[in-house]
């Protein structure tokens, strides 16, 4: 008879050892897979559209691919692949809450940020905002980032949501919203599976050096629009029209082109008449 | 015995040879305020690269921290673009510092002369003299930064090229002690000093 193994009433080391490693062999393989589904979908918007205007220009993801988006898409992709892998997701989620409720909420969320000094003609400094939230937390020791990514990453999902809102280049097509969302997340996703996976010491320091800049460049550029010189619309200066001279200024022919040979509009008569001079050889009709 | 030395022979053929691509690039004018003018990614990206003074400081740094090493490797080049910024704000508000040039031409004598003595302070005296002259380097461009045409993608490329050169001086530093021993990282240094002599003196 054979003998039956007996059922074990706790798992094993050995067993929760082996399901974690599974688990996380299916989390890659799915982020991979995710990946690579990125990629097909954008190829094939860059392609529909080449295809159908024959330029990029007004391609749907033109926007979200301008570096000033993609900094701090990194830089929230490398946070999240340097956390601990339980706390990603409350992450993610949390930073998908902010993003999604700043599309419901934008009217509110724009008089908020309108007060501050050139928010107004700067899409509401979004994209300074987004990248020091980032640096900021990128910065932090890697320990240390859990706390404050979840207390500050629904602001920069905010930011980011309100930065892909504004930033339509096709004035409201229905598919850029559905489009842009996800690649932004899979562009997160991205940068998070590459530090995810490259878990090497220089990657810790090297991401904390990317934060400095973050910082950097939020605070630089945040303070170049706030501090902008022209804040305002300033009419052309004005200009002293020329004397009258008495030869009805205004109505003399400008261009000579419209002076040419043929049958033209007779023009006003130099001797005040009222009855107009007609071209040199032509003659008055009855 | 012979290979050991033909390697080294190598090392210092490839560090020389970098080193003459450095001092032969063209238009290496000394870094300015510019009065007007537009700009944008580009042009904050060439920013730090085109001007000898700029480029001299921000590779010192990051080959200081090299020699410093330990924490400092890192510690100075994430520091640095910190405070930068404190000057950046100060120059964007137009709030008047005298002597920026002066600053940044001693900077680049302090920084060359610290990796030519091999000078070691504490870390806190290290991150304060990198941060005074960061605040020169960050006035100058933020100076420069409410008449650019594109101020974000100015911002963006010239914070992305100062962290470049960064890591550029931390690779040399780095490379040149392994492959020739710490004391060959003396020479840039001596150089970088002399280079800022030249600026303070003209």
């Known amino acids: 008879m054979a003998e039956q193994r007996p059922r074990l009433a706790h798992p094993q080391p050995g067993n929760s050892k082996q399901q974690t490693s599974r688990l996380a062999r299916f989390g890659l393989g799915l982020a991979v897979a995710a990946v690579f589904t990125g990629v097909v979908v954008v190829a094939l918007s860059a392609g529909w559209t080449w295809f159908a205007q024959g330029t990029l220009d007004h391609w749907l993801l033109s926007t979200t691919f301008t570096i000033e988006r993609l900094l701090p898409l990194v830089g929230a992709g490398?946070?999240?692949?340097?956390?601990?892998?339980?706390?990603?997701?409350?992450?993610?989620?949390?930073?998908?809450?902010?993003?999604?409720?700043?599309?419901?909420?934008?009217?509110?969320?724009?008089?908020?940020?309108?007060?501050?000094?050139?928010?107004?003609?700067?899409f509401f400094l979004v994209g300074p905002i987004a990248c020091l939230i980032v640096g900021l937390l990128l910065v932090l020791p890697a320990q240390m980032r859990f706390w404050p990514a979840m207390i500050l990453m629904p602001s920069f999902g905010s930011a980011l949501g309100l930065a892909i809102y504004f930033s339509d280049p096709s004035l409201h097509d229905r598919f850029y919203l559905p489009l842009a969302l996800p690649v932004a997340l899979w562009l997160i996703l991205i940068a998070a599976l590459v530090t995810g996976l490259v878990t090497a010491a220089w990657t810790r320091i090297g991401v904390r050096v990317y934060g400095s800049w973050l910082v950097a460049i939020g605070m630089l550029y945040g303070g170049a629009y706030m501090a902008s010189k022209q804040t305002q619309l300033v009419p052309p200066p004005f200009v002293e029209p020329p004397p009258a001279s008495g030869d009805y200024p205004g109505f003399q022919p400008l261009l000579k082109s419209l002076d040419r040979h043929g049958p033209q509009r007779p023009v006003l008569g130099t001797d005040h008449s009222g009855i107009g001079d007609l071209p040199p050889g032509e003659e008055r009709g009855t | 015995m012979r290979d050991r030395n033909k390697e080294r022979l190598l090392a210092a053929g490839r560090v020389a040879a970098a080193a003459a691509f450095v001092a032969l690039m063209p238009g290496l004018a000394q870094a300015?305020?510019?009065?007007?003018?537009?700009?944008?990614?580009?042009?904050?990206?060439?920013?730090?690269?085109?001007?000898?003074?700029?480029l001299l400081a921000m590779f010192s740094v990051g080959l200081w921290g090299a020699q410093l090493g330990g924490r400092n490797v890192w510690a100075l080049p994430i520091t640095f673009p910190?405070?930068?910024?404190?000057?950046?704000?100060?120059?964007?508000?137009?709030?008047?510092?005298?002597?920026?040039?002066?600053?940044?031409?001693?900077?680049?004598?302090v920084l060359g002369a610290a990796i030519a003595f091999v000078w070691r302070p504490p870390e806190w005296l290290a991150l304060t003299v990198i941060g005074l002259f960061a605040i020169c380097h960050g006035y100058a461009h933020g100076a420069e930064l409410p008449v650019a045409a594109d101020p974000a993608d100015f911002a963006i490329g010239f914070v992305i090229a100062t962290g470049l050169i960064h890591l550029a001086g931390i690779g040399v530093g780095l490379g040149v002690s392994r492959a020739l021993g710490d004391r060959m990282?003396?020479?840039?240094?001596?150089?970088?000093?002399?280079?800022?002599?030249?600026f303070l003196v003209t």
Do not use: C, K, N
């Not at chain 1, 993003?99 to 724009?110: E, K, Q």
């Not at chain 2, 910190?82 to 680049?108: D, F, H, N, Q, R």
């Open chain 1, 78 to 122: 490398f946070l999240l692949g340097q956390l601990p892998a339980r706390f990603r997701l409350p992450v993610l989620l949390i930073l998908g809450f902010g993003l999604v409720s700043a599309l419901i909420t934008r009217d509110t969320l724009m008089l908020l940020l309108a007060p501050l000094p050139g928010a107004a003609t700067h």
């Open chain 2, 32 to 54: 300015h305020i510019v009065q007007g003018g537009s700009g944008g990614f580009l042009q904050g990206f060439e920013h730090p690269l085109s001007g000898a003074d700029h």
């Open chain 2, 82 to 109: 910190l405070i930068m910024v404190l000057g950046g704000i100060l120059g964007i508000a137009g709030v008047p510092l005298p002597a920026i040039e002066t600053g940044i031409a001693l900077s680049i004598v």
């Open chain 2, 185 to 198: 990282i003396r020479i840039p240094g001596g150089l970088i000093a002399v280079g800022g002599l030249y």
